[in-house]
């Protein structure tokens, strides 16, 4: 009989990248679930607004996340730059506090952001220097599920705080730190890197960079198209709302995204261990698609809910397998360039996702983007059945 090992033999280093990232999405989560309502009903913006200060900070930061991982590798040190990254997220979280213009919220976002591309390459290159390929699914769908833990967690703690405060946004911002800087205590003294320092290496030399191969290049272009449709979840939280859910309460669809993520990283890891990892990626494209017409055409709460909890079904089966499925195809020595250049093509094609899906919705109509999103998913998914024996 087939049995899922609960977390058997991961090494420790995983754990703490999963509670790291579970205390930071929990403060990233409060905020998160709130900002495009205090943008639109307290600074007086847009979709438009939401789209572009999205894809600004999004963009942006892909430029960070390509040299973290190159530093990363040059150096054979990866610690510093996690700490690096988490530690300027967390300094940032006042900023949304104090915001009183769209301007300030851009540079609350373009700091936050900043921080995760310094931190996202190196992090996901410390879980693979620790873990087996034969493991990689299972290492990669705990952290994500430790993740999603947190990111289930913030909603609800800002469900409560505006319940509790009376919808006071800045409070929420406030509180939200707490969680921010233990993560990155955390990070300080609980990862215990190889003290083993080799010579620097330059990774961008065509040598090492010629080590990438097709089946990388393939998935690099896979992820880069599938991303030009996946708009920021602003617009989901704004679905909600166009359907009636109360402001309070937009808060509770990343909690019904996030446990259904949660539940399904790990065991989708463990799985594609097993069995591969590309019918599961698939299935979560197509799932995917499905869940955006839902969006679409949606006309009830009820409905809306549902798609949450498909929409982190989607998540758990293919976000963490994409990395896993990285980390197989490029050596030790480029590990964080490759992640890296994955990380910056897709934060590059943030800007022009978000910024088409604010117009489509307000220039043509509120289902446009969705619409958009799972035509490309759709394209996507027929690329990588298109290449999957160069894959395997």
């Not at 009989?1 to 990233?28: E, R, Y």
């Not at 390459?121 to 990689?136: S, Y």
């Not at 989901?236 to 539940?263: A, D, K």
């Not at 869940?291 to 709460?301: D, H, K, N, P, S």
């Amino acid at each position: 009989m087939f049995k899922i090992p609960i977390g058997q033999k991961i090494h420790h280093n995983v754990w703490i990248l999963g509670f790291v990232s579970l205390l930071t999405d929990t403060a990233s989560k409060i905020i998160q679930s709130l900002l495009p309502l205090f943008l639109v009903s307290v600074l007086g913006g847009n979709l438009i607004t939401v789209g572009t200060i999205e894809g600004i900070a999004e963009s942006t930061s892909a430029i960070f996340k390509v040299f973290s991982g190159v530093l990363s590798d040059y150096w054979g040190r990866r610690k510093e730059l996690a700490i690096a990254g988490y530690g300027l997220s967390a300094l940032v979280i006042p900023v949304f506090a104090l915001a009183n213009s769209p301007v300030w919220v851009l540079i609350g976002r373009f700091g936050d952001r900043v921080g995760k591309g310094i931190r996202v390459a190196p992090r996901n290159a410390l879980v693979a220097d620790v873990t087996p390929p034969e493991k990689r699914g299972a290492a990669y769908g705990l952290r994500q599920s430790l993740d999603t833990l947190g990111a289930s967690a913030g909603p609800l703690i800002a469900v409560a705080l505006m319940y509790t405060s009376g919808q006071n946004f800045r409070a929420c911002f406030w509180l939200a730190t707490i969680p921010g800087l233990l993560a990155v205590l955390l990070l300080v003294l609980g990862i215990k890197e190889s003290s083993t320092r080799r010579s620097p290496q330059n990774p961008l030399q065509w040598r090492a960079l010629a080590s990438l191969d097709r089946g990388y290049w393939i998935l690099f272009a896979v992820t880069l198209l599938f991303d030009l449709g996946n708009s920021s979840d602003a617009f989901l939280l704004l679905r909600g709302q166009q359907l009636g859910i109360e402001n309070t309460f937009i808060p509770l669809s990343f909690v019904v995204m996030n446990f259904t993520y949660f539940l399904s990283a790990y065991p989708a890891g463990v799985i594609s261990d097993r069995l591969g990892r590309f019918g599961l990626i698939i299935a979560g494209f197509l799932l995917y698609a499905l869940v955006y017409l839902g969006f679409a055409y949606a006309r009830t709460q009820a409905q809306i809910w549902s798609l949450f909890a498909f929409y982190g079904l989607y998540q758990g089966m293919s976000k963490g397998l994409l990395l896993a499925a990285v980390s197989d195809r490029v050596p030790v020595n480029v590990r964080g360039t490759a992640f890296g250049m994955i990380a910056l093509a897709t934060g590059v094609i943030l800007f022009p996702a978000n910024l088409i899906a604010g117009l489509l919705w307000e220039q043509v109509n509120y289902q446009a983007p969705f619409i958009f999103g799972s035509i490309l998913a759709i394209a996507a998914t027929f690329l990588l059945v298109l290449e999957l024996r160069n894959l395997d």
